[in-house]
């Protein structure tokens, strides 16, 4: 089954301990991305990257780090967490096509991030 | 940057009444996608539309591609409980960066 896989679904830590959040896509999919969404705000992109070794910053990567070091994994590093980190996380993956972009993406089913 | 404008915001609506929602941009888009977010989950994309003009349904949903490329809309007829969620537009604006930009949603509420 084609799917984005995220873990862990729910996470609550404590001010500047360090997490990761894994992502993995099993369609060979070259973009992937994060997102954040808060309420009143929709959907925020955190990074993407289009491709392995390839990672670039959206609208809000302050605070996180990604890594892109094989196809089908993207993990969301948050360093030194803080509770205006507290948000519900996704990730997705689409097919890039050459000079057109990516197109329908596929989201994971997100993890609820709380910081205390 | 590219901001997509979608209404209304929010909907209740009674069972079995049609429901039309729409997403509008003053730049010009490659692609128009329609998504459904149910408490709890991620976003499930519902359609995809490509062309200008074009008009897709997957069963009891519509969407078209506004000639423009600037506007696109989503129908749903005779709605049921379960069509309750956010409904986002997302789409990739042409000549843009390749990242999706996304409406921040329609809330549909389905009194049976």
């Known amino acids: 089954e084609a799917q984005v896989t995220q873990n862990p679904r729910y996470l609550i830590t404590v001010t500047g301990k360090k997490l990761t959040v894994t992502c993995s896509q099993n369609m060979n999919h070259e973009y992937m991305s994060w997102y954040r969404q808060d309420p009143g705000l929709g959907l925020r992109q955190i990074y993407y990257s289009m491709n392995v070794e390839v990672t670039d910053k959206g609208d809000v990567p302050e605070g996180y780090k990604v890594s892109r070091k094989e196809k089908r994994n993207f993990p969301l590093i948050l360093e030194s967490p803080s509770p205006n980190q507290t948000s519900l996380y996704f990730c997705?993956?689409?097919?890039?096509?050459?000079?057109?972009?990516?197109?329908?993406?596929?989201f994971g089913q997100g993890t609820r991030l709380t910081v205390v | 940057g590219q901001q997509l404008n979608q209404s209304p915001q929010s909907m209740f609506i009674q069972e079995g009444e049609d429901v039309s929602m729409n997403c509008t941009s003053s730049?010009?888009?490659?692609?128009w996608l329609w998504y459904k977010q149910e408490p709890g989950e991620g976003p499930v994309l519902l359609i995809a539309?490509?062309?200008?003009?074009e008009l897709t349904s997957n069963g009891r949903l519509t969407a078209q591609f506004g000639i423009t490329r600037k506007d696109s809309f989503l129908n749903i007829s005779a709605s049921i409980p379960s069509d309750v969620g956010i409904y986002f537009c997302a789409g990739q604006p042409k000549g843009g960066s390749e990242k999706l930009v996304f409406g921040k949603g329609t809330k549909l509420t389905v009194n049976p």
């Open positions: 730049s010009i888009f490659n692609t």
């Open positions: 539309l490509y062309k200008a003009g």
């Open positions: 997705a993956s689409s097919i890039r096509w050459a000079g057109w972009g990516n197109t329908e993406a596929f």
